[in-house]
Every structure is written in structure tokens, then in C-alpha cells.
């Protein structure tokens, strides 16, 4: 089945109903307005709204309201009114705003729906100097070429979960950043753990998930095989890197774990509950599990970076950021605040309230658990050392849906060639049959 995009309207559309992951970092639930425009000017002319998905998330919203807050009693000249939505119903404000041409100037997005929301004209590049960047996670930039389009505040990073008692009692090396599993190390691993007959699986990979968390979590060990999503010299094309070798090597290296006994095809709805009550040796999740684990067990707890299957170890980056509407009638009202936003402090405030990982350098040093030698060091290691963006190309809700299916399909039994083949024409159909994306 090839996918077809009619209008730019429909693909931005399909963009913000596929992605998921991030309710992982974000809460969803029950939301409401917050006014925060506390101080400031008053008119109309100067005043603009700001849109986020936090709606029923009081913690992060929180550190929302206070940077408008702050914002708008640091001048006179705009005010910014917050609006929250509950994630579940966020995305489809937006469309149909866009749709009625009425935007506001200020909204957060999944950072994978970026190229897509610019590409559908729905945001506009944020033109602030080249130096706001510095010492930023590239992770948490969305950019474009070389135009910025958003920000983000903090991301997160996958890892793998293991207790160093039980490695070490059945002879496997506790791996680390410089030194991780090789592909055959993680084989012999796996084999010495499932011959104690402690565990029904010894390895979790989290297949009981589904939508975003397919493409985020497991295209990186595709990717760490050498093959990819797409070929992202033009992003014009799956063929040959979706399909090709290196990818094949992937899935039949992935089905290889189901069908060795090492892993569920579909494994339980909460794989780090599985994990803490002794269902598996192996976790696969991310940095939103360390309190859980670090409670269970304490100091007996390693975060090991995934395995390297030929191209070194890979995992998924990107989060929630801001960015500026292309409908704002206040552009400069716009990026005052978003300059404003900008500062470390604010960072800093994310990080502490949400325990999240820092997006810049500075900011990470202020955070004890993410300063050098700090509890939560190892995530920001990960996240900067192995951390790969979504592909960045508007075709990204197709490639995320295609790649979903395919690896589901792969995880059943399925023949992987002619599965990884139909994936690849499925994606360069859509491609060819919205004239290639283009900008």
C-alpha cells in the first residue's frame, strides 16, 4: 500500500497522529487554560498566545507559566497568555487552527513532527543568533538546513538496565559507553543468561509497545547494523538503506532474539514493572525508568548503552520543543520571548522539576545528578555520544508508520527481505507522490 498525502494540511495531519514516544517524558490527562500574562503590555497588538500539550501535566506546565510569567514582568512592550491542552487532544487543536488560519505565535511540538509542520507552513524559522546554540544537545535543535526552526529544553535517552550482581554471577562483562557489548558479546550474554533458567526471557526490548516507540526505539539498532531509515544524503529515497544488507542483517539479527528464546515477540505492557519483579535481566527503556530501577535495587543497577552491531551503539533523540508559528501577526513578540526563554536558569528549572536531562552544557553543570560524577551523568553521555535524530524530511510520519508495521510484521515471523522491501516502496512512493518534499 502506498501512502498518499493530498494536501499539505492532510501530511501535517498524519505527522502529529502518529507520534507518541514522548508521553513517556510528558505527562498526558485532563487540561485546562493558564493564564500567566501577569504584568506587561495590554493590547491586543501586543499581546499573543502561547499553546502547549501540557494541559493535566502540572509540573512541567508549571515551569511553563513561570517563564511567561517572567517574561512578561521583564518588560512592557508584549504579553504572552498560555494556553494548555491534554496531550491526547493537543495535536488536533493545532490542525484545525491551522486549518482556520488561527494559529497562535508560541506552540510546543514532538520534535520529529518538525520538518513536517514547516514543510505544511505551519512554523517559520526563529532567526536568532547562531550563537544561541552553543553548547546545545543537537538533539534538542530542529533544525533544517540551516534555518532553526525550534528548541527544546531537555531530552531523555534510551539505555538498557541491568543488575551487575547478576551479570557478573553468570560471567558477562558489565558493559559501559567506552566499552560497550559487542554484537557477539551481547549473543553470549543473552545464551548464559537464558541457561540459568532464571527467567522466561532474560531480555526486554519493550515489544509490548507501539506506535512512535517502534521507529524511536528500534531503528537505532538498525541503524547501529548500517542501515537506516532512509537515505538521508536527500531524504529522497528508503531503497537500498531500509532494504538493503545491513538492514536485512537487522531483522534477521531481531527475529533471531524471538526465535531464540530471548525475548517476547510481544512482551507486557510495562516492561520496567517486569523488570523490578524479576521477569527479565535485561531492561531496554530509557532514562524516564532510572527512579523506578534505582529504588528496586539501589546501587546493584548498571546503565548499559545498547549493544554495537557493526556501526557503534545508537539510540533515538529528540523531545518536545517550541517553536513560532508561520501565522504569527507578531513575529517580534514572538521571538522576544523565545530568546527570552533561552536562559540556563530556565534549563536548569526543567531539569530539577522534571528530572530530565539538561539540553545545554551549562545548564547540566547546575544540575547536581547531571554534573560530572552526578548520578544521572551516564544519561547525558548517551544522549550526547549516541543519539541520533529522526530522519528530517516531512515524509517522516509515513517512514514512522511504514517502519512500525514492517518491524511488527518482522517480530511475527514474517520473511524480513521481502518485508524490508515492501516498507522501502511504500516509503518512496509517498515520496515520489508529494514531489519529494520539497521546502
Known amino acids: 500500500m502506498a501512502y498518499r498525502t493530498i494536501r499539505r494540511l492532510s501530511a501535517a495531519s498524519l505527522a502529529i497522529g502518529a507520534l507518541a514516544l514522548t508521553s513517556a517524558c510528558s505527562g498526558s490527562g485532563s487540561g485546562s487554560s493558564s493564564d500567566a500574562s501577569s504584568g506587561g503590555g495590554s493590547s491586543s497588538d501586543s499581546t499573543i498566545e502561547l499553546w502547549t500539550h501540557n494541559g493535566g501535566n502540572e509540573a512541567e506546565l508549571g515551569v511553563v507559566n513561570r517563564i511567561v510569567k517572567d517574561f512578561n514582568g521583564s518588560q512592557d512592550k508584549y504579553t504572552v497568555k498560555v494556553q494548555s491542552f491534554p496531550q491526547d487532544s493537543y495535536n488536533d487543536a493545532v490542525v484545525a487552527a491551522a486549518s482556520a488560519k488561527k494559529l497562535p505565535c508560541v506552540v510546543d511540538i514532538d520534535a520529529p513532527n518538525v520538518p513536517n509542520w514547516a514543510w505544511a507552513g505551519y512554523l517559520a524559522p526563529l532567526d536568532l543568533p547562531e550563537s544561541t546554540w552553543d553548547g546545545q544537545l543537537p538533539t534538542t535543535i530542529g533544525k533544517i538546513g540551516d534555518e532553526v526552526y525550534s528548541y527544546g529544553f531537555y531530552d531523555v535517552a534510551l539505555a538498557m538496565f541491568a543488575r551487575p550482581s547478576v551479570l557478573q554471577a553468570a560471567g558477562i562483562r558489565v558493559a559501559t559507553p567506552d566499552e560497550p557489548w559487542t554484537k557477539a558479546e551481547f549473543a553470549d550474554a543473552l545464551a548464559k543468561l537464558k541457561a540459568t533458567g532464571t527467567w522466561p526471557y532474560p531480555l526486554d526490548l519493550g515489544t509490548g509497545g507501539g506506535g512512535e516507540w517502534i521507529p524511536y526505539a528500534y531503528s537505532p539498532f538498525l541503524q547501529s547494523a548500517g542501515g537506516d531509515l532512509i537515505d538521508r544524503k536527500d531524504y529522497q529515497s528508503a531503497e537500498g538503506v531500509l532494504n538493503g544488507p545491513e538492514a536485512l542483517d537487522w531483522a534477521n539479527w531481531f527475529q533471531g532474539l524471538v526465535k531464540d528464546g530471548y525475548m517476547a515477540a510481544k512482551s507486557g505492557a510495562d516492561a520496567t514493572a517486569d523488570f523490578v519483579n524479576g521477569k527479565s535481566a535485561i531492561l531496554y527503556s530509557g532514562s524516564w525508568a532510572n527512579d523506578t530501577?534505582?529504588?528496586?535495587?539501589?546501587?546493584?543497577?548498571?546503565?548499559?548503552?545498547?549493544?554495537?552491531?557493526?556501526?557503534?551503539?545508537?539510540?533515538?533523540?529528540?523531545?518536545?520543543?517550541?517553536?513560532?508559528?508561520?501565522?504569527?501577526?507578531?513575529?517580534?513578540?514572538?521571538?522576544?520571548?523565545?530568546?527570552?526563554?533561552?536562559?540556563?536558569?530556565?534549563?536548569?528549572?526543567?531539569?530539577?522539576?522534571?528530572?530530565?536531562?539538561?539540553?545545554?552544557?551549562?545548564?547540566?553543570?547546575?544540575?547536581?545528578?547531571?554534573?560530572?560524577?552526578?548520578?544521572?551523568?551516564?544519561?547525558?553521555?548517551?544522549?550526547?555520544?549516541?543519539?541520533?535524530?529522526?530522519?528530517?524530511?516531512?515524509?517522516?510520519?509515513?517512514?514512522?508508520?511504514?517502519?512500525?508495521?514492517?518491524?511488527?510484521?518482522?517480530?511475527?515471523?514474517?520473511?524480513?527481505?521481502?518485508?524490508?522491501?515492501?516498507?522501502?516502496?511504500?516509503?518512496?512512493?509517498?515520496?515520489?507522490?508529494?514531489?519529494?518534499?520539497?521546502?
Open 293 to 439: 530501577v534505582r529504588k528496586a535495587f539501589g546501587d546493584d543497577i548498571a546503565v548499559i548503552p545498547p549493544p554495537d552491531l557493526g556501526e557503534g551503539p545508537k539510540i533515538g533523540g529528540g523531545s518536545w520543543q517550541w517553536g513560532m508559528t508561520d501565522q504569527c501577526k507578531n513575529t517580534d513578540a514572538a521571538k522576544a520571548y523565545l530568546e527570552f526563554a533561552h536562559q540556563t536558569k530556565y534549563f536548569v528549572d526543567f531539569a530539577n522539576t522534571l528530572g530530565l536531562i539538561p539540553a545545554t552544557e551549562e545548564a547540566a553543570a547546575q544540575v547536581p545528578a547531571y554534573a560530572p560524577g552526578g548520578e544521572n551523568e551516564i544519561y547525558l553521555t548517551l544522549a550526547k555520544d549516541f543519539a541520533l535524530v529522526r530522519p528530517v524530511t516531512p515524509a517522516y510520519p509515513i517512514i514512522s508508520s511504514v517502519f512500525q508495521k514492517a518491524t511488527q510484521d518482522i517480530l511475527s515471523g514474517g520473511d524480513p527481505q521481502p518485508i524490508l522491501d515492501k516498507a522501502a516502496k511504500d516509503i518512496d512512493a509517498d515520496i515520489k507522490q508529494n514531489g519529494g518534499y520539497t521546502y
